[in-house]
């Protein structure tokens, strides 16, 4: 069996490089390890599909090299994407602002792909095992469980480590080694946090409970919703202060983004003395959060009305729920987490084509490199966008 180009991963970096590459008139075949194409795809966004973001910038992204991902993402946008979707009868709708999901299913950007690919020309073959990848001269050569396959360009779309049980293996990492290419430590991206002892079970008291903070960890700061769960937190502002965190720092949240307390109740005490403490907060907080704050930081006597607090201890709640510190105890790790930080050190591959230098018979597009994008339909237009321009460039 011989083709142009060979792309190991029906992900979603891999079916658009191949369907590209199939438009320029290369024979080209993708093969997998798994029984269905573009598994993460079918599962993202609760089966919606986050499938781009239209405000999509380099500065979205995280990666030892940011201007590797300038050249791909300037060439093939996010309106290009729309373009393809909207011709093939795809509805779509934009949640908040940029971030457009699929209106019924996900199912329906892997149609895209796959009809794609056929007119492309492109052979998909699925419950296939590549066992070796090895240079021959100016082509390379696969061994898999349907046989040897002679490729003129291989272009290795494995993914990265998140979520096993959708088949995500180090397979793309051990073929970059094998060819004298650096990987950068990967951890998990895009994570719920865990908790642990006194804080797990307040957290756990709260789960299902859902609140807008603004959470910052080092320079990093982002305005979403924070969700209580029985191990800790999650929603989006938790999963994309995660990508930045790292063990043993401590996170902080506003709680209260939008007021700034001490001033809020030092106001209170001055027009509403007799108020009590429990009657404000639960003017700004979920019925369950406002109690659980005051059984978190009792005070002597909570009936006592805002006058008889002194300033001090308003300040106190001030910092409290303008600045709440808290150090996670990790994260669920690999089994949730929605993308790999780290990944192939790009220095080693042309922002171009995708190739690696000095070896163009080679070539890595989507989550296996250093790059990793924020919550929101960024990392599928990476996908997108690298897929373009190496399917493009074979």
């Given at each position: 069996m011989t083709y142009d180009v060979v792309i190991i991963g029906a992900g979603a970096a891999g079916l658009m490089c191949a369907a590209s590459?199939?438009?320029?008139?290369?024979?080209?075949?993708?093969?997998?390890?798994?029984?269905?194409?573009?598994?993460?795809?079918?599962?993202?966004?609760?089966?919606?599909?986050?499938f781009t973001n239209l405000g999509t910038t380099p500065q979205h992204f995280y990666?030892?090299?940011?201007?590797?991902?300038?050249?791909?993402?300037?060439?093939?946008?996010?309106?290009?994407?729309?373009?393809?979707?909207?011709?093939?009868?795809?509805?779509?709708?934009e949640k908040t602002p940029g971030q457009l999901f699929c209106a019924v299913s996900a199912k329906e950007i892997v149609r895209v792909l796959l009809t794609e690919c056929e007119w492309a020309g492109v052979e998909v073959r699925l419950n296939t095992q590549i066992t070796r990848v090895e240079q021959c001269g100016e082509s390379m050569l696969l061994t898999t469980s349907v046989g040897k396959v002679d490729a003129g360009v291989v272009v290795?779309?494995?993914?990265?480590?998140?979520?096993?049980?959708?088949?995500?293996?180090?397979?793309?990492?051990?073929?970059?080694?094998?060819?004298?290419?650096?990987?950068?430590?990967?951890?998990?991206?895009?994570?719920?946090?865990?908790?642990?002892?006194?804080?797990?079970?307040?957290?756990?008291?709260?789960?299902?409970?859902s609140v807008p903070v603004t959470v910052s960890c080092g320079d990093r700061r982002f305005a979403e919703p924070m969700l209580f769960t029985h191990r800790g937190l999650s929603g989006p502002a938790m999963l994309q202060i995660s990508s930045v965190w790292q063990p043993g720092e401590s996170i902080v949240m506003d709680l209260l983004p939008e007021e700034n307390v001490t001033e809020s109740l030092r106001e209170a005490r001055q027009v509403t003395p007799k108020r009590q403490l429990s009657t404000w907060l639960g003017e700004r907080f979920p019925k369950r959060l406002a109690q659980a704050l005051l059984e978190w930081y009792p005070q002597q006597d909570l009936a006592r009305p805002l006058a008889q607090y002194s300033n001090a201890a308003l300040d106190e709640w001030g910092e409290r729920l303008n600045a709440w510190q808290l150090k996670p105890a990790g994260t669920e790790g690999w089994r949730t987490a929605e993308v790999t930080m780290g990944g192939i050190n790009t220095d080693a591959i042309s922002s171009k084509t995708f190739e690696v230098n000095g070896m163009p018979q080679l070539r890595f597009i989507g989550e296996v490199l250093d790059v990793t994008g924020e919550l929101g339909g960024y990392n599928f237009q990476w996908a997108w966008a690298s897929g373009v321009a190496c399917g493009q460039a074979c």
């Open positions: 590459a199939g438009y320029t008139g290369k024979r080209v075949l993708v093969l997998d390890h798994a029984n269905k194409a573009g598994k993460k795809i079918l599962m993202s966004g609760g089966g919606r599909c986050n990666s030892s090299n940011p201007h590797f991902c300038i050249s791909a993402l300037k060439r093939y946008r996010p309106e290009h994407f729309v373009e393809l979707v909207e011709r093939h009868g795809v509805e779509h709708v290795v779309a494995t993914g990265g480590l998140s979520i096993p049980t959708m088949g995500a293996t180090g397979f793309g990492y051990d073929i970059a080694r094998q060819f004298g290419l650096e990987v950068l430590a990967t951890r998990p991206g895009l994570v719920p946090f865990t908790l642990s002892d006194t804080w797990k079970e307040r957290a756990a008291g709260l789960s299902g409970l």
